[in-house]
């Protein structure tokens, strides 16, 4: 998905290229077994982009060398993986979260126009920007909303919160997996005292199926992110 720069000024959209890691390295077909284990180590990856004369070749995964048993063998000597999987660099880091999740990659090759490899993205990274985004280190409370899609209107409830002396400092809208004709809206508020933002939208008939609004949920909001860190083993 490309961004449409007649919408969206690009100096306030986070695009791929911005997330470019330019110390992660990528392979050559020259390289050794043991080159490329050491770098993996160096890096905590279990994956790393080959590329030849600009080009992207594909990723070479941990297990792909072990497997050649020869530290001294080149990196030619595997078949790299996935050389049809990368984002663009003028696509959104949304795109590229989606891609390594469909794929199951712990980094993204990002190219340019010509297809010419720019660099790699860390899963890493981009978690800490999605983290940023959805505001999850900022004080507040957090309400989850049930409703029907055509009932759906984020102006209308933005104005119905801002009504109560608060704002929305992020919104995510999903699915809800049980009922189809249902999504679920997680609103983040820079308030901690939800209670008169909770009575106008019951009294508009907005269904709130969660809250929290306490101290140590914050905590614990942060510990389930330090946790996905450790589960990511990055």
Do not use: C
Not at 15 to 44: H, Y
């Amino acid at each position: 998905m490309s961004i449409d720069t007649d919408i969206y000024d690009l100096s306030t959209v986070m695009t791929a290229q911005e997330l470019i890691n330019d110390l992660i390295p990528p392979l050559k077909s020259g390289d050794t077994v043991s080159k490329a284990l050491g770098w993996m180590d160096g890096f905590r990856l279990s994956q790393l982009a080959w590329v030849e004369n600009n080009r992207y070749m594909g990723i070479v995964t941990e297990d792909m060398l072990f497997e050649l048993q020869d530290p001294q063998a080149k990196i030619s000597s595997v078949e790299p993986e996935l050389a049809d999987v990368f984002v663009y660099g003028n696509q959104h880091f949304f795109d590229v979260f989606k891609v390594a999740d469909a794929a199951g990659l712990r980094i993204v090759a990002v190219l340019n126009e010509q297809n010419e490899f720019e660099g790699v993205i860390s899963v890493k990274d981009t978690i800490s920007v999605l983290a940023k985004t959805f505001a999850t280190q900022s004080p507040g409370g957090i309400l989850v909303l049930s409703m029907d899609y055509y009932d759906y209107s984020l102006t209308h409830i933005s104005r119905l919160i801002e009504e109560n002396d608060a704002k929305i400092l992020s919104a995510h809208v999903e699915n809800d997996p049980y009922n189809p004709k249902k999504i679920k809206l997680t609103l983040k508020l820079n308030i901690i005292d939800l209670t008169r933002v909770l009575a106008t939208l019951e009294r508009f008939d907005y269904r709130v199926i969660a809250k929290f609004d306490d101290a140590p949920t914050f905590n614990l909001e942060q510990e389930r992110l330090d946790l996905l860190f450790k589960y990511l083993d990055l």
